[in-house]
Antibody
Framework: EVQLVESGGGLVQPGGSLRLSCAAS????????IHWVRQPPGKGLVWVSR????????NYADSVKGRFTISRDNAKNTLYLQMNSLRAEDTAVYYC????????????WGLGTLVTVSS | QTVVTQEPSVTVTPGGTATLTCASS?????????SNWFQQKPGQAPRSLIY???NKHSWTPARFSGSLLGDKAALTLSGVQPEDEADYYC???FGGGQLVFGGGTKLTVL
């Protein structure tokens, strides 16, 4: 069974840093594109970042470019999102999502982890 | 800034048909945008329904279908069930690493 479990969320002050983890099971991360998507409280979904299957290609939304870094540990089958220079508007539930094989898309979602940026 | 627009709300009666659309501020949505659709119920993570404009996941109920309708992407629910009441989001891939979600449509089944 495919599972994605996010962790690492919490309360952080503006300007601080946090690293989110996404532990995958039931499949090999390095065979798929993987995305981070966030959802501010009471609002809609926002695409954040993605990493390709061989780990050589990354993309970021303009709102996080230069502050967030997506990476992967193949041995641990775990995806990461390093978030620096955090702002209040980064407050959201962060989901990791597996990409589909074949036509571009997303398939399996984790349950998410909440990041709150506040003083 | 690219904006993806969905109807804020749609109401449908049980057994009826609902069509939700997804438009781009850049112009017509084509198959090159690989539209995806997601369902989210209160307090739950989103669930993927459609990818690559028309493709269903193994868990997607048969009553859901994706298409292009005029210059928009569309999600059609045929024979709506009460449990289909949820928020629905589309996602468009503009290429070059730019993916944008629509603002979501709240589907009410009355």
């Amino acid at each position: 069974e495919v599972q994605l479990v996010e962790s690492g969320g919490g309360l952080v002050q503006p300007g601080g840093s946090l690293r989110l983890s996404c532990a995958a099971s039931g499949f090999t991360l390095s065979s798929y594109w993987i995305h981070w998507v966030r959802q501010p409280p009471g609002k809609g979904l926002v695409w954040v970042s993605r990493l390709n299957d061989d780990g050589t290609y990354t993309n970021y939304a303009d709102s996080v470019k230069g502050r967030f870094t997506i990476s992967r540990d193949n041995a641990k089958n775990t995806l990461y999102l390093q978030m620096n220079s955090l702002r209040a508007e980064d407050t959201a539930v962060y989901y990791c999502v597996r990409g589909t094989v074949g036509a571009p898309g997303l398939d399996h979602w984790g349950l998410g982890t909440l990041v709150t940026v506040s003083s | 800034q690219t904006v993806v627009t969905q109807e804020p709300s749609v109401t449908v009666t049980p057994g009826g048909t609902a069509t939700l659309t997804c438009a781009s501020s850049t112009g017509a949505v084509t198959s090159d945008y690989h539209s995806n659709w997601f369902q989210q119920k209160p307090g739950q993570a989103p669930r993927s329904l459609i990818y690559g404009t028309t493709n269903k996941h193994s868990w997607t109920p048969a009553r859901f279908s994706g298409s292009l309708l005029g210059d928009k992407a569309a999600l059609t629910l045929s024979g709506v069930q009460p449990e289909d009441e949820a928020d629905y989001y589309c996602l468009l891939d503009f290429g070059g690493g730019q993916l944008v979600f629509g603002g979501g449509t709240k589907l009410t089944v009355l």
